[in-house]
């Protein structure tokens, strides 16, 4: 066993991978430590209370969650540009169709 340091990245698995994040992030607290891999980043995104038992389940949520998010964020930069989501994908097949006469 070695210390180890503040924002040194740790890859051993601590806690059980197939538990919901509640439980895992419980069980490291007894290391002294909260995780912030990816994995829990993401599936903290899903409320507790909507998110699935099973890990497929919790999965498919926080994806949902993430490309909603993402979705969003799109549509924000597009209108502030003076577009929409919609008019990004139909330009080329406009383009397309214009050409093809």
């Known amino acids: 066993a070695r210390h180890v340091r503040a924002g040194e990245e740790v890859t051993t698995a601590y806690a059980p991978a197939h538990a919901p994040l509640e439980e895992r992030q419980a069980y490291l607290q007894g290391y002294g430590f909260k995780c912030e891999c990816t994995r829990c980043q993401v599936e903290s995104l899903v409320p507790a209370a909507a998110a699935p038992s099973d890990a497929l389940g919790a999965a498919r949520s ?11 964020a799109l549509r924000s930069k597009l209108a502030a540009l003076g577009t929409c989501l919609q ?15």
Do not use: D, I, T
């Open 87 to 101: 008019g990004l994908f139909l330009a080329p097949a406009f383009n397309y169709l214009m050409q093809s006469r």
């Open 62 to 72: 926080a994806e949902r969650v993430v490309v909603s998010q993402v979705q969003e």
